[in-house]
């Protein structure tokens, strides 16, 4: 399925808006990736980091 940013996933819960006002880097939809390291430090919970740095901003 292809990713056409956040405000589209979500625009059924947002005030009314035309498709020809959305501006969209295709931010969002970043990855959550596990960090093993802290899993190792803390047992059997596993932690996940949600990874921001791949949005088109970097931000």
Wanted: aromatic content about 8%; glycine content about 8%; overall charge negative.
């Amino acid at each position: 399925m292809k990713w056409n940013g956040v405000i589209r996933a979500f625009k059924e819960y947002l005030p009314e808006i035309k498709d020809d006002a959305i501006v969209s880097l295709n931010e969002g939809n970043t990855p959550l990736i596990e960090a093993v390291n802290l899993k190792d430090i803390l047992g059997s919970i596993s932690i996940f980091l949600k990874y921001e740095g791949v949005n088109p901003t970097g931000s």
